[in-house]
């Protein structure tokens, strides 16, 4: 029998505010957390705004010494899975501790790290380099540190899947409980991408906004979107089994039910045609949480603010959901978050339990000029009361990853 899984804490960094909370009031009020790229000298770039996290105060959560020896996405995974974690009121001890698991992915790891010390290398050579680098910049150990942290020894991994990553996690995650290995699992992702080399590799590809306005630059769905803008920060999840989470007299946001995850086996960075992929992991979430499609209220679309991406996800939605594709809303939430790549999907999983509970849809900002192929209800620049029995939330990845998850409303 399948254990039913509920998601009981939640915990975000992100470039709307250094907590759940505050990110969740922000995205509610249609508030952009884009700005000018301030990290790195902004005229080396085409790109000229990002999503950067913040006021972000690592010793509030980490050790200074402890700090210096971590990439700054694991600074922002330790305090997301802090506060997801204080959030469920969940206390890992010596009893339970092998059966809570972490499933925290990241995109790109610490490639922060790996340019400041491949730097040091050329100037000053091997010896110079910190013993730590290996361990800083591989993309698990923000799940390494996390488990370090909180004491979880249960099922410990890292999904790597670009900006699926993060719905990857929390679906695998997700399974683990559901198939009996676990009782809670800490899931989720985490990115810190405002590097030289990631934002260089970004602008060549020609995937990043050239747009230099902050508020506007981020436009999914919009006739004039010209690319997605680069963010930072994670979001994580505690996610427990029900009769776990009912015993303790845990917050419940809403039920996680359904997991897909597809490959395209088309292309290293564009979509399947019409979104052929991203189609079958939202079916494939749909069918495993045993629902319907007309049972779907809200998606929170993957959205980049990318020609391709939202013509495509809007085929796709349409392919799955046929007339109801037209009767559900749609929201991009990276219209005020930029696109938290490995991030995205954790982030992005806390905004569709929240809209779930609290009865309201995040809008998507910057919608002005519609676009003839992205016609469907993208609830346009202001949040929207309503009452939802069940929604999805879809990442797509390079690589052809798509990965979708299934929540209901708890009842």
């Not at 254990?3 to 508030?31: C, F, M, S, Y």
């Not at 086996?265 to 045993?290: L, Q, V, Y």
């Amino acid at each position: 029998m399948k254990r039913r899984v509920v998601v009981t804490g939640i915990g975000a960094v992100t470039p709307l505010g250094n907590d759940a909370a505050i990110t969740w009031e922000h995205i509610l009020a249609g508030k952009s957390g884009i700005g000018p790229l301030t990290r790195l000298n902004k005229d080396d770039f085409p790109a000229k705004v990002a999503a950067e996290v913040k006021d972000f105060s690592v010793e509030e959560f980490i050790d200074k010494k402890d700090a210096r020896k971590m990439d700054r996405f694991t600074h922002y995974a330790i305090a997301a899975a802090k506060m997801a974690v204080e959030d469920a009121k969940l206390e890992i001890n010596e009893e339970n501790a092998n059966h809570i698991g972490v499933w925290i992915g990241s995109g790109i790891g610490g490639m922060e790290t790996f340019e400041n010390q491949y730097e040091t290398f050329l100037e000053r050579g091997y010896r110079r380099v910190s013993p730590f680098f290996v361990p800083m910049m591989i993309p698990d150990m923000a799940a390494g540190q996390v488990s370090i942290y909180l004491g979880a020894k249960g099922v410990n991994s890292c999904t790597v899947t670009a900006c699926a990553t993060g719905t990857n996690s929390i679906g695998d995650a997700f399974k683990v409980i559901q198939r009996g290995d676990a009782v809670a699992m800490i899931s989720g992702g985490a990115e810190a991408p405002i590097t030289k080399m990631s934002v260089a590799g970004f602008c060549a590809n020609k995937a990043l906004s050239t747009n230099e306005d902050p508020q506007t630059a981020s436009r999914p769905f919009d006739a004039n979107r010209d690319g997605f803008i680069i963010g930072e920060g994670a979001g994580i999840v505690v996610l427990e089994e029900l009769e776990h989470a009912l015993a303790r007299g845990a917050k419940i946001y809403a039920e996680v039910v359904g997991y897909g995850s597809t490959g395209d086996a088309h292309h290293i960075t564009a979509p399947a045609p019409n979104g052929e992929g991203g189609a079958r992991a939202m079916k494939m979430a749909i069918d495993d949480g045993g629902l319907s499609p007309e049972d779907i209220d809200y998606i929170n679309a993957h959205g980049t603010s990318t020609d391709y991406n939202d013509k495509y996800e809007t085929a796709a939605i349409k392919q799955v959901f046929g007339d109801h594709a037209y009767k559900l809303a749609v929201s991009s939430t990276k219209s005020m978050t930029g696109h938290l790549l490995g991030a995205a999907g954790g982030v992005e999983a806390i905004f569709t339990v929240l809209a779930l509970k609290e009865g309201i849809m995040p809008p998507t900002i910057n919608l002005e000029t519609p676009d003839p192929e992205c016609d469907l209800d993208y609830v346009p620049n202001t949040a929207r009361k309503k009452e939802m029995k069940a929604a999805i939330s879809n990442s797509l990845g390079f690589g052809g990853h798509n990965a979708t998850l299934a929540f209901k409303k708890y009842e």
